[in-house]
């Protein structure tokens, strides 16, 4: 038997006031992609059946484009509030289903834990708030949703606007429609939460309900934090993702951008960069092999962002920067005559690049220092110094393969530390 889909609900009817950009809140834009289309992707990526509730013709115009497979269901009265948006979804939902918000952005551990599925109506609460003033509590005991709303003055987290629900919530949000002109979300809840029937998720990650133009940049420096990778080295930290960041906000808004492309280009780059250190360019391949080194930044990131992960694009990055390694280092030895020296220190750079990355897969543990953006940082100086004085590509490349072997006996040391414990 085949099992369906999970259903998600995106409400995207409000009618988004306090931005004054005059564009529909939902697609204004974060981080160069409109803030609805960073959900949409990471619950594609999950494999859900997406329904959104919209009352601006421009979101379902932009978004049918782009995700033909998007349902759309019309809400005629946004002023209504966010609880009539759900009333409207009914006769759309058979099943349970994940409701989120347009304007909220999620960091990716709210998606993780909502493909899990609940057994229950859930809310997802967090902790975390960037202003508590603004936002609706929650009161939870025992695992249980008590009091939801943004007047409470006794709570313990915030709603994050993200729910598990069953057809439970529906008819729920049905009886309050017939009793009011305007619903609130929390009042649904809050209705659900009187009868004991509302449990809690707590959900460690940031998050953060997108108003203004100030919460639009905070929402982006969070978005940030979820790009950059913890194992990234000191030249990644301190230079490369600075811009790098930039040529992926250029990027992400090309669909042909995908993240195996910049593995392939950032290949292809590494591979220029061997030729002109072969042909004695040295200043000039110094310099690409910084650039080579920001480029291989971008394809991770790109998949990060657009939800676009995969092993095999793992497996491809890992070993595509063996081939453009082995390359450059390859051009740097030959671009002299050969001598045995200078056919060892190739031997060293070409091996400590191999044999650094083969130890970090296997054991897991890394030691920053001898990382790609590193070892690519000395080839930059090396580079730019031979221009002067060529024999410092000997130096360049013993640099690079001492620093690689070193860094890896390290992460055997540690390994064997750790494992033993």
């Avoid at 005991?141 to 709603?159: E, H, P, R």
Wanted: one cysteine or more.
């Amino acid at each position: 038997m085949v099992q369906e889909k999970p259903v998600a609900v995106i409400l995207a009817a409000g009618l988004g006031t306090r931005m004054g950009s005059g564009v529909c809140k939902p697609l204004v834009l974060l981080f160069n992609m409109p803030i609805i289309e960073h959900s949409l992707r990471a619950l594609i990526a999950r494999d859900f059946n997406v329904l959104v509730v919209y009352s601006n013709p421009a979101l379902k115009e932009y978004l049918y484009k782009r995700f033909p497979k998007v349902q759309f269901v019309r809400n005629p009265h946004p002023e209504r509030e966010n609880g009539y948006s759900l009333y409207v979804a009914k006769d759309y939902v058979k099943d349970d289903f994940l409701l989120l918000m347009s304007d909220h952005y999620y960091s990716e551990s709210f998606f993780e834990r909502a493909a899990e599925g609940c057994s229950q109506d859930t809310a997802f609460v967090s902790s975390f708030c960037h202003d508590p003033q603004e936002a609706t509590k929650v009161k939870v005991q025992s695992g249980k949703v008590v009091a939801i709303g943004k007047g409470l003055q006794d709570y313990n987290f915030y709603d994050t606007g993200m729910f598990y629900c069953t057809q439970e919530v529906l008819k729920h949000a049905e009886r309050l429609v017939r009793q009011k002109h305007e619903v609130k979300l929390a009042e649904v809840f809050q209705s659900l939460a009187d009868e004991g029937k509302l449990s809690a998720e707590i959900v460690e990650g940031k998050w953060i309900d997108i108003d203004t133009k100030e919460e639009l940049k905070i929402a982006e420096e969070i978005l940030r934090e979820q790009i950059v990778k913890s194992e990234d080295g000191i030249i990644s930290k301190c230079i490369n993702r600075r811009v790098s960041l930039e040529i992926s906000r250029f990027l992400i808004k090309y669909d042909f951008v995908t993240p195996n492309r910049l593995t392939v280009f950032s290949t292809l780059m590494g591979f220029i960069t061997a030729l002109l250190f072969y042909y004695g360019h040295y200043f000039i391949a110094g310099l690409m092999a910084q650039v080579t080194s920001i480029f291989d930044g971008c394809d991770g990131e790109i998949a990060r962002i657009k939800h676009q992960r995969s092993r095999f694009g793992a497996v491809l990055d890992s070993v595509s920067d063996r081939y453009a390694d082995i390359a450059i280092y390859l051009g740097m030895a030959l671009s002299l005559s050969p001598t045995p020296l200078r056919m060892f220190a190739m031997f060293l750079a070409c091996t400590g690049s191999i044999i650094f990355s083969y130890v970090w897969h296997l054991t897991k543990v890394r030691v920053r220092e001898g990382g790609r953006d590193m070892r690519l940082f000395i080839t930059m100086i090396g580079g730019v110094l031979s221009a002067i004085y060529p024999k410092f590509i000997i130096l360049t490349l013993l640099a690079v393969g001492l620093l690689s072997h070193t860094c890896a006996l390290i992460s055997l040391y540690k390994f064997r530390t750790t494992s033993s414990q």
